[in-house]
């Protein structure tokens, strides 16, 4: 029983942060229909700056109050680039080719991926790294038979306001309101006088903002990171954003949660080794059964 | 291009690539000859993804499998001992009755959903070779897969192998350029261009959709068991990743998509950058003393190249015809 409730720990919360980056795919797909393929080594990228902040503010040798401040300037910085790249690649990328057939921007991701994963290849090499141990590995539970560690508190103190002011923001602001009407159809949404590019714009940056955050956790709590971090990890999202039903808000959200979940309860009763096999064959039984995610209603194909 | 030009084209191409095979060097001879086998690979792709239009992300998947058939059938660790041919035939088979197996209750899914089950298939594959240990052999691969007969001297001249996979693609060539002009290659450019309207027109779309799915992961089949035998074992689970049928996805692309001219330059020109100008270019830059390697900047000049090529030229180097005639 113990044993069942400490995995179920750990795959909350490695789950939550398999979720802020599956919305980040997502609201792209929601709202462009593409599967971003460089969100996920956009993350990698997140990883390596928060990793070079921390090692040149030397925050593993800080006291308490130091440390945390320096956590939430890396925090800041990391959302703010992710979310600027993730905007410019758009910008740069995508918006000259909308009109084009969907294989076109799905190769463009292709490309940025490649490109993204040589810089990080170029930027740090091609070995896994180290990322300084800054937040103890303290239990916060007074059993030594159950671990909630303070690395475990951190996911959840960053993940669970980013996802609810996500919600509010997409419920209740005109930004977010314009969101859901272009998803529902461009077409009508522009025109409605809404700036679709605009919209869309601030969804590639939302989207930046969470795999920002995400890989400053990531950093923090696993403490390796390589150039290959965003492909396995991105793949892991994916999945999830489609388990949840892609396009889907709070459908990224639990199927984040329910990787995290299967992975981490899959170790414990499976094989570690058949994790990973585990997720993608219920992925493909679940696409098979219902395939528009957990969450997702059926959509109809455009004639 | 007309097409006696273009059938003047691939006779040429044919016959410097036969010349070729007699004066190459065997590491230069070695790596056209794997590029052969990935041209094979490329136009089972190309009839899933350029013929009849559905999103295939896992091709590697029935690479693996044919080479894996091959192997469990012919290695002494297994009691079949076949010998090379008929595990060839079978890996064929056996690949394109896998292709049937995930198609058969997927096909029905939308475009995007179709291309995630197939990446989650082809994630499945690998991790089944990496962890079946007792049948797979897991990383350590089967081997030795032996050599096709003893009348010729397979692994000690790369001839034998470069001409099997010369030989085998031009049979390939000859047979796509048949169903091209066939029914069922005008049902997959059908269900393309326009589902709906084909189905309406009386195909059974799902089953349209199917042969393509079969034929491709057959091919693959193919080519993964050539793959196998020319290294002489099956070549571990990294050799079919995500990331290779990524790659094999883009040498289509540049290529000009949807034709068997298209899928076999693209083929060329990626593979040549890949495993002959890079290398090439670092030795070059370090015979003229500097400590700076091209190879570091492989993966940026590759994405910049696709998405340049995506901006200015998505029809590929060589469009397809109809791609052509949309385009003027």
Excluded at chain 1, 129 to 143: R, S
Excluded at chain 1, 205 to 223: C, E, K, P, R
Aim: charged share 10%; proline share 3%.
């Amino acid at each position: 029983m113990l044993i069942f409730l400490q995995q179920l720990i750990n795959g909350l919360t490695t789950g939550t942060l398999f979720a802020l980056i599956a919305i980040g795919y997502t609201m792209v797909y929601g709202i462009i229909e593409l599967i971003n393929f460089a969100h996920g080594d956009l993350f990698m990228l997140g990883a390596f700056l928060a990793l070079t902040i921390v090692s040149a503010l030397g925050l593993e040798h800080m006291g308490p109050a130091g440390a945390t401040g320096g956590i939430v300037l890396t925090f800041v910085l990391c959302m703010a680039f992710c979310a600027l790249l993730n905007f410019l690649q758009d910008r740069i990328i995508y918006r000259p080719i909308r009109n084009a057939p969907k294989l076109t921007p799905l190769v463009s991701a292709i490309g940025v991926s490649f490109v993204f994963m040589g810089i990080g290849q170029i930027w740090k090499g091609v070995a896994d790294i180290n990322f300084p141990d800054v937040i103890p590995n303290k239990n916060l539970l007074g059993t030594d038979s159950l671990r909630f560690t303070a690395k475990d508190l951190l996911v959840i103190l960053v993940t669970t306001p980013l996802m609810a002011g996500l919600t509010v923001f997409v419920r209740f602001t005109k930004l977010g309101k314009a969101m859901r009407a272009t998803a529902q159809n461009p077409t009508a949404a522009r025109l409605m006088g809404i700036d679709v590019d605009r919209v869309i714009g601030w969804t590639f940056a939302i989207g930046g903002l969470l795999a920002g955050a995400a890989s400053v956790i990531y950093g923090l709590t696993i403490n390796t990171v390589s150039f290959q971090m965003g492909y396995q990890n991105g793949l892991y999202a994916f999945t999830a954003a489609v388990l949840g039903g892609i396009g889907n808000l709070p459908g990224a959200m639990l199927g984040g949660i329910v990787i995290g979940l299967v992975r981490s309860l899959g170790s414990q009763y499976v094989g570690e080794q058949w994790t990973s096999a585990l997720v993608f064959a219920i992925l493909i039984l679940l696409l098979v059964f219902r395939p528009s995610g957990l969450l997702g209603t059926r959509t109809r194909e455009k004639v | 291009m007309s097409r006696k030009t273009e059938r003047w084209l691939a006779l040429g191409t044919l016959l410097a690539l036969v010349l070729f095979g007699l004066v190459a060097s065997p590491r230069m001879g070695g790596q056209v000859k794997d590029i052969l086998v990935f041209c094979i690979l490329a136009l089972g792709l190309n009839v899933v993804v350029g013929y009849a239009g559905l999103l295939q992300l896992g091709i590697a998947a029935f690479f693996g499998i044919g080479a894996y058939i091959t192997g469990i059938l012919t290695v002494t660790q297994f009691p079949f001992q076949w010998n090379f041919w008929p595990a060839m035939i079978a890996a064929t088979i056996g690949s394109g009755v896998a292709g049937v197996l995930l198609a058969g209750p997927t096909l029905r899914l939308r475009g995007d959903y179709l291309a995630i089950v197939t990446l989650g298939f082809g994630e499945v594959i690998k991790f089944a070779i990496k962890n079946l240990e007792n049948i797979t052999n897991g990383s350590r691969a089967l081997n030795p897969i032996p050599a096709p007969d003893s009348l010729l001297d397979w692994n000690g001249n790369f001839r034998w192998y470069y001409y099997l996979a010369l030989g085998v693609l031009v049979l390939v060539v000859l047979l796509l350029r048949t169903l091209e002009d066939s029914r069922i290659g005008r049902a997959w450019f059908a269900i393309r261009e326009d589902e709906l309207a084909a189905s309406c027109m009386g195909l059974n779309a799902a089953q349209v959709k199917l042969t393509a799915f079969a034929l491709g992961a057959a091919l693959a089949g193919l080519a993964g068991s050539i793959y196998a035998a020319s290294l002489n074992q099956t070549g571990g689970p990294d050799s079919y990743t995500f990331n290779r049928s990524i790659t094999v996805l883009c040498f289509l692309i540049i290529g000009g998509m949807g034709n068997i001219r298209g899928a076999i330059a693209g083929t060329f020109v990626l593979m040549g950058y890949d495993n002959i100008l890079t290398p090439a270019l670092d030795n070059w830059i370090q015979e003229s003393g500097v400590s700076w390697r091209f190879s570091t900047f492989k993966l940026v000049v590759f994405g910049l190249a696709l998405i340049l090529m995506m901006r200015f030229r998505p029809e590929g180097i060589f469009p397809s015809r109809r791609a052509e005639q949309e385009a003027d």
